[in-house]
């Protein structure tokens, strides 16, 4: 069942065009990650979801039907941009929030509870939010985007300032409202967090969607017959490929073994590849290289933007 749905969105601010007839749709429970670079048409995309702003053609549906006004309350946004009441109390303001997102006082009290005992912070919740630390009021900001449990997350860079172990602290709980049944959009720079979290992914660049797909889809659409082996010496790897017509990416000697990166002639299988090295020398380990998200990303905006990519 698709939970959210955009159908050839467009959106124009004063001369400049921010989306260029997107559509994208996230199944349910799953994690969607909407990726692009900087200025490329995601936040105005997450604000149309929002509803902050709304789009000058298209449409844009939540459980099968248009988006309608209060369907806010569906809806957990985790923005880039911090916004949290400095002079306010922590506890005072995440109360104030969780009701208006519709909890009664006795519901937001008891979820508000639970969240702040998981995190470990129930000692700051008469603290005013001008004296945590800038990771302390991230995670009070986490909590009042679950704490009304919506079907729909946005979180927009959540892990930005995060040290290590919290970040991880985080991309845990985020695993866990997704097996909780909550779907969740996700946009983020950091590539590493995609590859382990998302389902999906959808770029965006200038405006315009240029990759939609399955992360496993997309990164076995984007290989290019590179293996690595790494082999005992002293077998001279180099001279070896060079007679057969291999194109040698890369070659690393470490210690007692040797690495080796090469693209696969077209008329050879992986198979008669081995079959031919083992007869020549001990293989040590042998696998086909497949891009990372963070490499398909350069590769597509790089192809797309060939002005920036030689400026």
């Given at each position: 069942?698709?939970?959210f ?19 994208i749709?996230?199944?349910e ?7 692009g ?18 789009p000058d ?25 911090r ?37 470990e912070i ?8 001008e004296e945590?630390?800038?990771g ?36 845990n ?7 909780q ?58 001279s ?19 690495r080796v990166k ?9 198979n ?26 350069i590769?597509?905006?790089g ?9």
């Amino acid at each position: 069942m698709e939970i959210f749905k955009a159908t050839n969105v467009t959106k124009d601010y004063a001369g400049h065009r921010a989306l260029d007839g997107v559509s994208i749709s996230t199944k349910e429970q799953s994690i969607f990650g909407l990726l692009g670079p900087n200025g490329a048409g995601k936040t105005t995309l997450i604000r149309i979801i929002n509803q902050i702003t709304a789009p000058d053609a298209g449409e844009v549906q939540l459980f099968g039907r248009k988006l309608k006004a209060n369907d806010i309350q569906h809806i957990g946004y985790l923005p880039e941009e911090r916004g949290l009441y400095k002079k306010m109390k922590v506890g005072e303001q995440a109360l104030y929030l969780a009701q208006l997102k519709g909890l009664s006082k006795r519901d937001a009290l008891k979820s508000l509870k639970y969240w702040f005992e998981k995190f470990e912070i129930q000692p700051w919740w008469n603290k005013k939010v001008e004296e945590l630390s800038k990771g302390m009021q991230q995670k009070i900001q986490f909590i009042i985007t679950v704490v009304h449990k919506p079907k729909l997350l946005i979180f927009d860079e959540p892990f930005s300032g995060f040290d290590p172990i919290n970040a991880n602290l985080l991309k845990n709980e985020i695993l866990d409202l997704k097996n909780q049944g909550a779907t969740i959009i996700f946009s983020t720079h950091n590539m590493a967090s995609v590859e382990e979290t998302c389902d999906h992914i959808a770029l965006i660049n200038q405006s315009k969607k240029i990759l939609d797909g399955p992360i496993d889809e997309i990164k076995e659409s984007y290989k290019q017959d590179i293996y690595e082996i790494e082999t005992t010496v002293p077998h001279d790897v180099t001279s070896e490929f060079s007679r057969n017509g291999f194109q040698l990416i890369d070659y690393e000697l470490k210690g007692l073994s040797q690495r080796v990166k090469f693209r696969l002639e077209k008329e050879m299988t992986s198979n008669d590849l081995l079959q031919m090295l083992m007869q020549k020398m001990e293989i040590r380990s042998f696998r086909e290289v497949i891009p990372s998200m963070n490499e398909v990303f350069i590769q597509v905006v790089g192809h797309a933007n060939p002005k920036k990519q030689t400026a």
